[in-house]
């Protein structure tokens, strides 16, 4: 049969992320984040390679995905990286904080 093979490479020239977070000294909780946001996303640029005359059709039609689906895209991982870097902090509990009785 015919197989096509294709692939996309995206690079992203800037990314800004601004967080908060404090942490009780007595008892056995780390670092809490309180404020996580993506502040600045910058260029994204796409590659796409594999498919001849079309590559550079689709790269434009990517285009339309870093000019008008930023702000979307980064409401999109805002959540699950927020989430992700609080089960990373609460991994991380220092050894002070468990008991200072």
């Keep these: 049969g015919i197989t096509i093979g294709a692939g996309v490479t995206a690079d992203i020239s800037d990314i800004q992320i601004f967080l908060d977070a404090e942490m009780v000294l007595t008892g056995s909780s780390g670092l809490q ?3 996580f ?8 640029s796409i ?3 594999g498919l001849g ?3 550079w059709i689709l ?4 285009d339309f995905v ?3 689906l930023k702000d979307w895209i980064v409401s999109l991982v805002e959540g699950p990286l927020k989430d992700l870097i609080q089960s990373l902090l609460d991994q991380l509990v220092p050894s002070y904080c468990i008991e200072l009785n």
């Design 53 to 55: 005359p079309l590559d």
């Design 33 to 35: 984040l309180k404020d």
């Design 59 to 62: 790269e434009i039609l990517v």
């Design 47 to 49: 590659d796409v390679s």
């Design 37 to 44: 946001k993506i502040s600045h996303l910058g260029n994204i």
């Design 66 to 68: 870093d000019t008008f």
